[in-house]
């Protein structure tokens, strides 16, 4: 069973830090782009960034200079370092892969259950 598991959000002051990680497991060839995005309540799920095999990075206009996407293939992990939160940054944070499993020639998207990421003082 192949798995998009992330962790590390939670409730966060605005001006502050917080760092989201996103393991797959299971049956795994290869992982081709990773990505964040964020729904807020009532909004849209919409693209924070992603990260190529390759490493080519693309960012959102609202999160760029503050956020920066991180993978690491060995760990077939990705990451989001979220700095100098804003309160409109509260949002469900979900991981998103194109992972391709054994046996199949290309690739399939797949998302995680998404974690709460609350910025308020």
């Known amino acids: 069973q192949v798995q998009l598991v992330e962790s590390g959000g939670g409730l966060v002051q605005p001006g502050g830090s917080l760092r989201l990680s996103c393991a797959a497991s299971?049956?795994?060839?290869?992982?081709?782009?990773m990505a964040w995005y964020r729904q807020a309540p009532g909004k849209r799920r919409d693209l924070v960034a992603t990260?190529?095999?390759?490493?080519?990075?693309n960012y959102a206009d609202s999160v760029k200079g503050r956020f920066t996407i991180s993978r690491d293939n060995a760990k077939r992990t990705v990451y989001l370092q979220m700095n100098v939160l804003k309160p409109e940054d509260t949002a469900v944070y979900y991981c998103?892969?194109?992972?391709?499993?054994?046996?199949?020639?290309?690739?399939?998207?797949?998302w995680g259950q998404g974690t709460q990421v609350t910025v308020s003082s």
């Open positions: 998103n892969a194109d992972l391709r499993v054994p046996l199949s020639t290309s690739y399939r998207n797949y």
């Open positions: 990260i190529t095999s390759g490493g080519s990075i």
């Open positions: 299971g049956s795994i060839v290869s992982i081709n782009t």
